[in-house]
């Protein structure tokens, strides 16, 4: 009797084992699935968050001003947080993140030279499209940040963008082919030395373009006036988003087309 009592409180004793190893492995199993969920659930607030911040410009007459500002955003975020970033500190090479590719284009039935001033040839969007993606070794450099932005900076610098904005506002009374008199060609000075505030001229000759003589740091004047207009009227013009694509893998934002719709504001 007492070794059958003993047997039955060591298979007790086993059972209550089992059934407390059951619970933990249980209690596990939930654990790891809640944190599966919560994981999955964060992750997926996060590319809620991060798609949130392109899913605005997908819709139609996106000012080219708001889309100036998107391209400069892609830009940095395929240099930071894409995988193809190529600084020390950047996330992107942990993160593995698809980089980010925009376009934009000027169909042929609203051609590019509605952007150009005085009916002259562009200057600054030379080109039917542009489009900003990846940066590596092998890929070739982005034509906007050279052909676009990188000019508009260099202007920026050296006539202060202010003094840029109210010349291109002020064209008609500064740029013209010819003058009648001297008097003529003063007044124009003074229109053109009251709207910059950083570069002056003495004469009307070093505007006077006809046969490209006036030059300031290399460029002439006019010229590089003309850039800056073209400048003002992409960010008047509205675009419409065509397209957007989604990594397959992750559901972020991958690429984004747009295309010039004809309109200004």
């Known amino acids: 009797m007492e070794n059958a009592s003993k047997a039955l409180i060591m298979a007790g004793s086993v059972l209550i084992a089992l059934m407390i190893l059951g619970a933990l492995v249980l209690a596990f199993g939930n654990l790891t699935s809640y944190q599966?969920?919560?994981?999955?659930?964060?992750?997926?607030?996060?590319?809620?968050?991060?798609?949130?911040?392109?899913?605005?410009?997908?819709?139609?007459?996106?000012?080219?001003?708001?889309?100036?500002s998107l391209l400069n955003r892609v830009i940095d975020y395929n240099?930071?947080?894409?995988?193809?970033?190529?600084?020390?500190?950047?996330?992107?090479?942990?993160?593995?993140?698809?980089?980010?590719?925009?376009?934009?284009?000027?169909p042929s039935t609203n051609p590019i030279t509605d952007l150009a001033a005085?009916?002259?040839n562009n200057l600054l969007i030379t080109k039917s499209s542009y489009t900003i993606s990846?940066?590596?070794?092998?890929?070739?450099?982005?034509?906007?940040?050279?052909?676009?932005?990188?000019?508009?900076?260099?202007?920026?610098?050296?006539?202060?963008?202010?003094?840029?904005?109210?010349?291109?506002?002020?064209?008609?009374?500064i740029f013209v082919d010819s003058v009648s008199n001297a008097e003529e060609g003063t007044i124009i000075v003074k229109n053109f030395n009251a709207a910059s505030k950083r570069v002056k001229i003495q004469s009307f000759?070093?505007?006077?373009?006809?046969?490209?003589?006036?030059?300031?740091?290399?460029?002439t004047i006019r010229n590089d006036v003309y850039t800056y207009y073209e400048y003002v009227q992409f960010k008047r013009a509205y675009f419409d988003c065509?397209?957007?694509?989604?990594?397959?893998?992750?559901?972020?934002?991958?690429?984004?087309?747009?295309?010039?719709?004809?309109?200004?504001n």
């Open 118 to 120: 005085d009916g002259r």
């Open 79 to 106: 240099r930071r947080q894409s995988s193809s970033g190529t600084g020390v500190t950047d996330t992107g090479q942990d993160l593995q993140y698809a980089s980010m590719e925009i376009s934009f284009s000027f």
């Open 242 to 264: 065509k397209d957007i694509e989604y990594d397959s893998n992750t559901g972020r934002i991958t690429k984004m087309t747009f295309e010039f719709n004809g309109k200004f």
């Open 36 to 68: 599966e969920t919560d994981t999955h659930t964060t992750r997926s607030a996060q590319i809620a968050e991060y798609n949130s911040q392109f899913e605005t410009y997908n819709r139609d007459n996106v000012r080219g001003s708001d889309l100036y």
């Open 205 to 219: 000759s070093d505007i006077d373009t006809k046969s490209d003589k006036g030059q300031l740091k290399g460029s």
């Open 134 to 173: 990846e940066k590596t070794a092998t890929a070739t450099t982005n034509t906007f940040e050279v052909d676009v932005k990188g000019k508009i900076t260099n202007l920026e610098n050296a006539y202060g963008q202010d003094s840029l904005t109210n010349l291109t506002t002020n064209l008609t009374k």
